[in-house]
């Protein structure tokens, strides 16, 4: 192997070592927050609204001791916010959902919580996982039990934001000739075509991701169907959810959509670990990873809206792939309980998820200006927070994937690996 050969790497490999190598961005002490804002670092209703979601599953399972899973956990911030909004939280500000800033092994680290602030239902006792590679954040709540690998046997919610955008995936460029070929890149960004996509990966460009004109782009989103598998077979009882900015068969961009952040901008990819590389979410493909047939995208029944409008990396307002399209994961996979039942898989756009949950970006009545001054401001500062999540072509736009995994016996949550 010629020093010229080790310069070149497939973009899987170079993502890896730039994001989760020695000194890697994901492995900085300012943590994600550094770099861009997510709906979590948005306001602190998307962490009310979990922690509703939460205490949904809960019902669901007729349990009030739950497990509480966050995958790319960051430094605990939503962690840190769910618990403070069912009323867990050290130092809970009263009467206003969510935390301050931030992101179980055998019994778990949990802890009963107090009444719940902002409509979230309290008395819930939540084993709390944060599931991260970098290093656990000095000062973060002592129940949040820190680890980098799924519990399995969960009983529970497992929730992964805007986790799969940063597992690291090839990318496959059409040749002049129509051959798909791997995309290889250097450490400072110069790429070149090289071998040609071959085996699996082949094989899913072909289901999920043909490309049929020279220049063509496409990252190859096997590595993320197998990461949202393990998610969900960590579960024993309760709901797995990935939100992210994504796409569905119909509504792919051309040219794929990797891109690079870096204190708040979007910047080119370039794999030195001096930015983020991310890229949308091929999220029927995901579906279809778990056993639901085909993805079921285009079958009846609802519409998720507006895939990768919201743009890359979670900064709200940055330039996604655009285009609205419209996915379905209900109807001929035969993933519904019933016809009145809950959906076995579902795929919406966050504004409708979090509208489900209570958050609108609504103006309070003016009567309420004039009866509680106080009062009406805070709502009206509430009602601009849910609006920024909401936002069309911004976080309203990412999507939710759901998926529900029925009944099981329980158990405390065990050691496993994704």
Excluded: K
């Amino acid at each position: 192997m010629t020093d010229e050969t080790c310069q070149w790497q497939g973009w899987r490999q170079a993502t890896e070592r730039a994001l989760y190598g020695p000194g890697g961005f994901y492995l900085r002490p300012e943590g994600p927050a550094g770099h861009f804002r997510t709906s979590v670092h948005a306001s602190p209703l998307f962490a009310a609204a979990v922690a509703r979601l939460l205490a949904e599953v809960a019902e669901e399972l007729g349990t009030s001791e739950i497990d509480f899973v966050d995958v790319g956990a960051g430094r605990g911030e939503l962690l840190t916010g769910v618990l403070t909004a069912i009323g867990g939280g050290a130092g809970a500000p009263g009467g206003h959902p969510g935390g301050g800033t931030g992101r179980h092994s055998g019994g778990g680290a949990g802890g009963r919580t107090g009444g719940g602030t902002g409509g979230v239902p309290g008395g819930l006792t939540v084993r709390a996982y944060a599931v991260e590679r970098a290093a656990r954040p000095a000062g973060l709540d002592p129940r949040i039990e820190w680890t980098d690998r799924l519990p399995r046997g969960v009983r529970g919610l497992v929730f992964a934001n805007e986790w799969l955008d940063n597992v690291p995936v090839d990318v496959a460029e059409a040749d002049a000739g129509g051959t798909a070929r791997y995309v290889e890149v250097r450490a400072d960004g110069t790429e070149r075509l090289g071998e040609a996509v071959s085996g699996a990966d082949a094989e899913w460009l072909a289901r999920w991701w043909p490309l049929r004109e020279p220049g063509a782009r496409a990252e190859i989103g096997r590595p993320r169907d197998e990461a949202w598998a393990s998610a969900v077979a960590s579960l024993s009882a309760g709901r797995a959810v990935a939100v992210d900015y994504g796409h569905v068969r119909g509504a792919r961009p051309p040219f794929g959509s990797l891109t690079g952040f870096r204190a708040g901008r979007e910047v080119p990819p370039v794999p030195d670990g001096s930015c983020d590389l991310t890229a949308h979410v091929a999220l029927d493909a995901c579906a279809a990873a778990t056993g639901d047939a085909d993805g079921g995208a285009g079958g009846a029944g609802g519409a998720a809206g507006a895939a990768g409008a919201a743009g890359a990396g979670g900064a709200a307002g940055a330039a996604g792939a655009g285009g609205a399209a419209g996915a379905d994961l209900t109807g001929s996979s035969g993933s519904s309980n019933g016809e009145d039942g809950p959906r076995r898989v579902e795929l919406v756009t966050q504004r409708e998820a979090l509208g489900r949950l209570g958050v609108s970006g609504g103006r309070p009545p003016l009567s309420l200006a004039s009866t509680d001054p106080v009062a009406y401001v805070r709502a009206l500062s509430s009602a601009g927070e849910a609006a920024e999540l909401t936002a069309r072509g911004g976080l309203g736009d990412f999507l939710w994937l759901t998926r529900r995994v029925p009944g099981g016996a329980t158990r405390p949550p065990g050691q496993g690996g994704y």
